[in-house]
């Protein structure tokens, strides 16, 4: 039996959109293929998941998947603290826009000035909030994607956001992260630095899985 055979997972995936007005939005690349692999994983290996989703072309359907999906950052966040609690395991795959623009326009906005303006505030940073409140029997796992001082700002991101483990995608391997089925990953722990060949998402996940299991069982030991 699998150690998350019965564990609660609450995974983020995809990107958020934030709108402008009606018709337009501020969003990245994401396609979520990470996150709905990671959710199969887990539920193949019995755990309970709720996947909380931007909008993607993905489905998944799976006895025990819940997908729950959302917009903008604002609704993850909504969505993530009303099953953080309850998880034993969080896993932040989505690609939160950072920014989102101040005013929503009501109606479409039409192109009469010559140059347009559009002010961004802060959106919450998911991961880093959820983090503040985090239990010592709970497991906080992060992505990041950096293209400079990698290991550094992967530890950085441990601390800022009280994770346990952070997966670094490789910027540099052609095939690797947004928009590919294949994704060449280090896992980053306090103690530890492992490297991982480029895979496909799906074998990646396991990876991801087997690594989650070992450094759990350390903590738990403790
Ligand atoms: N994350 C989040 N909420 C946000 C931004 C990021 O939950 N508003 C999560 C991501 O899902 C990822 C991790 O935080 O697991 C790292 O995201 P990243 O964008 O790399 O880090 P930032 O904190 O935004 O730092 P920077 O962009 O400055 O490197």
Not at 137 to 155: H, K, M, S
Not at 156 to 173: A, E, F, H, I, P
């Amino acid at each position: 039996m699998s150690l998350f055979s019965g564990k609660k997972v609450l995974i983020t995936a995809g990107p958020t959109y934030e709108p402008i007005d009606p018709v337009r939005f501020i969003g990245n690349h994401s396609t979520g293929k990470m996150g709905f692999a990671l959710a199969r994983a887990f539920a193949d290996q019995g755990a309970q998941v709720y996947l909380v989703v931007g909008p993607t072309a993905l489905s998944l359907e799976h006895p025990l998947v819940e997908v729950i999906p959302v917009m903008t950052a604002n609704e993850m966040f909504a969505a993530c603290q009303a099953k953080a609690s309850k998880a034993d395991i969080w896993v932040f795959a989505a690609a939160v826009a950072d920014y989102r623009p101040k005013d929503v326009a009501t109606s479409k906005i039409k192109k009469n000035e010559d140059s347009f303006t559009i002010e961004l505030v802060k959106n919450v940073d998911i991961a880093a909030t959820l983090g503040q409140q985090k239990r010592s029997d709970q497991f906080a796992v992060g992505f990041a994607l950096e293209t400079d001082q990698e290991l550094e700002n992967a530890r950085g991101k441990l601390v800022k956001k009280n994770l346990n483990m952070v997966v670094l995608n490789s910027l540099r391997t052609p095939g690797a992260g947004f928009k590919h089925d294949t994704n060449k990953i280090t896992i980053v722990k306090p103690a530890s630095v492992e490297e991982f060949e480029l895979k496909s998402k799906e074998e990646v996940a396991l990876d991801i899985l087997e690594s989650i299991k070992t450094e759990w069982a350390c903590l738990q030991k403790k």
